[in-house]
């Protein structure tokens, strides 16, 4: 038996299965055409011997970590130019057994788990590669910690490849002026007021982004760090900014108290800063203050329609704010996905607008609320049109509104109707994250779950805390048969859905949506105690039901699948959503079933009556 030490590089192609079910012929010359032109090129180019081909992926041997390394980023980049193909690689250096032209081993089955670790169209590598590669290439190594893998003993310590920027360039200042505005920390006694300093730094936020003269991050990448201690010069090297803002408020009463100072990223010297105690009417002024204090500060020269843009504030009533943003806090949460959480939503954009009956940002809150309300219900919901159709009236250009009047429509299955109002948000504002889910949510209702996926990926990027996108993810991933990257989504969802539960015991949704990150982590006995607590303590949310039902179907038990289908279409939901289920592809392990068979038959014949 021989046996040596050399490079083994993994190769597969993500969602491969699922890829094949929806176009079998295309996918087949997809990968044909992509191993002629790109891999195996790139292979024989650096010195690399393919030992074993396995249809979707490749086991290649390479006598140098810098050669297997380089020969992975160019067959990446060129992948990266093919529609809906993409790659994880995975490269270990190990000792391997000699058999002919095969090569078995430990040092196989590392590199084979450590490309499952790859992000998708990346390079994932052992230690020791980045060890001996480390300083001979231009590239950087992102420690991704250490990971127990199936079949290996030892942890597995991997590291994720950046390709560097170039040495001339990684300590340039950035050339035009730009600004990541920190959350103002909530210097309040109490912690609820932290939904008034989180919005004071978006509003700064939205305010500095009109300015021409001044790139401004956005508000999920300066939200990252909220609560940490930081080192400021890092963050602007980080997020390659030449100033950042911080502050503080305190609101107590009818007093408003902020602190503001602005930062030189390079020099870490005060450029500008202030202390203000004002009268909380006097908050949007404030905020108009803070912004022309800073535009003077860095020189630049304020155009009149910036300056007309940033003084349009929707409301002028400091209450009507208040109140809006109360229920926007309670809507990134999550929350707005339980009964009491969308009443409570519904309640305070009521009030905002019973005090400003103009201000569009309030109606078009509440009916998303509505919209949202009515698809956990399973329901079509009429209330939430007329609140969507108000804020478009009073502000056509609010991408909200249309998000809103967007998944009322889907809701309703007009869903050509429903993405020329979703078209139309993220036009207006490719970076809202209520116009990133409602996309990724409709688009999941259609069954189109490449889609959903880049809409949802977004939305989580955008709203990195919210446990919503994650979830669908989840399902999504799932769905397309991406077991690696349902399973890394699962993960995460499960973390942000538990806090969430820590927050409100009896949401619904988060329990649904940790059940199917239970089912694909494989924890069926998990599921089983959210499935009877959920029934309990949230029996009309069919959004968890509808959950539930995913999670029994991923766990292959067909009679808990049978029983929930059961239990969803007895609680007579709406035509899309029944038609849903009939149609939807995991589900067609049971639609054979006699008794399922008459539960659609039943379902059809109420809904039948009820027109």
């Not at 910690?145 to 390709?163: C, D, L, Q, T």
């Not at 009463?253 to 503001?260: F, H, N, P, Q, V």
């Not at 924890?523 to 539930?548: A, C, I, T, Y």
Request: one cysteine or more.
């Amino acid at each position: 038996m021989q046996r040596k030490l050399t490079v083994i590089f993994s190769a597969d192609v993500v969602g491969y299965s699922g890829l094949m079910e929806r176009d079998e012929a295309g996918t087949l010359a997809r990968l044909k055409e992509n191993r002629v032109a790109v891999f195996d090129p790139a292979v024989a180019t650096h010195g690399g011997r393919q030992f074993k081909l396995m249809g979707d992926g490749a086991l290649v041997e390479f006598g140098s970590v810098v050669a297997a390394i380089t020969c992975a980023l160019a067959i990446q980049e060129g992948t990266a130019k093919v529609e809906g193909l993409r790659y994880r690689i995975g490269i270990n250096l190990g000792e391997v057994i000699i058999e002919g032209d095969d090569i078995y081993g430990e040092g196989v089955n590392v590199a084979a788990r450590i490309q499952a670790l790859a992000p998708v169209g990346g390079v994932a590598l052992s230690k020791m590669v980045r060890d001996n590669a480390d300083g001979k290439m231009a590239c950087s190594f992102e420690d991704m910690g250490e990971h127990s893998v199936k079949n290996i003993e030892r942890p597995v310590h991997v590291f994720k490849v950046a390709v560097a920027e170039p040495e001339g360039q990684k300590m340039e200042a950035p050339r035009k002026l730009s600004i990541c505005v920190l959350p103002f920390a909530n210097m309040s006694d109490d912690p609820q007021q932290e939904y008034f300093s989180d919005g004071i730094s978006e509003d700064i936020i939205t305010d500095l982004s009109k300015m021409s003269a001044l790139a401004v991050v956005s508000r999920n990448s300066s939200f990252m760090y909220k609560g940490k201690h930081v080192d400021l010069p890092k963050v602007a090297r980080e997020l390659k900014v030449s100033h950042v803002l911080e502050g503080s408020g305190r609101k107590a009463g009818g007093r408003l108290r902020i602190t503001a100072q602005l930062i030189d990223g390079v020099t870490n010297d005060h450029v500008w800063a202030e202390r203000y105690d004002r009268d909380l009417n006097d908050i949007f002024a404030l905020q108009d203050e803070i912004s022309e204090a800073i535009v003077n500060a860095l020189k630049l020269k304020l155009l009149p329609e910036e300056k007309k843009a940033i003084e349009k504030r929707g409301t002028d009533s400091v209450e009507a704010y208040n109140l809006f943003q109360m229920a926007r806090q309670i809507y990134l949460t999550g929350s707005v996905t339980t009964a009491r959480g969308s009443d409570a939503i519904i309640r305070l954009c009521n009030g905002a607008v019973k005090v400003d009956p103009n201000y569009a940002r309030a109606w078009a809150m509440m009916a998303l609320a509505m919209t949202i309300r009515a698809a956990v219900a399973g329901k079509p919901g009429e209330d939430g049109l007329a609140a969507a159709e108000r804020a478009l009236s009073l502000d056509p250009s609010l991408p909200e509104a249309h998000a809103a009047k967007g998944r009322f429509l889907a809701n309703r299955a007009d869903f050509k109707s429903a993405w020329i109002e979703i078209n139309e948000a993220l036009r207006l504002d490719p970076n809202s994250y209520e116009s990133n889910f409602v996309a990724g949510a409709v688009s999941m209702q259609e069954g189109r779950f490449e889609d959903a996926i880049r809409f949802l990926l977004r939305a989580a990027e955008i709203m990195p805390t919210n446990y919503m996108p994650l979830g669908w993810l989840v399902s999504a991933f799932e769905t397309i048969g991406d077991k690696v990257r349902a399973r890394e989504y699962a993960e995460r969802s499960l973390e942000l859905a538990y806090a969430e539960l820590g927050r409100e015991p009896d949401n619904g949704t988060a329990m649904g949506q940790a059940a199917v990150s239970l089912a694909v982590l494989e924890r069926p006995e998990r599921v089983k105690e959210l499935v009877s607590r959920g029934l309990l303590l949230d029996p009309d949310n069919e959004v968890m039901k509808l959950n539930f039902l995913v999670a029994n179907r991923i766990l292959r038990d067909m009679e808990a699948t049978i029983a929930m289908l059961d239990i969803v279409l007895k609680a007579s939901p709406a035509k899309n959503f029944v038609h849903a289920l009939k149609t939807i592809p995991s589900l067609a392990f049971v639609r054979d079933d006699a008794r399922v068979k008459a539960m659609f038959a039943a379902a059809d014949a109420r809904l039948a009556g009820a027109t």
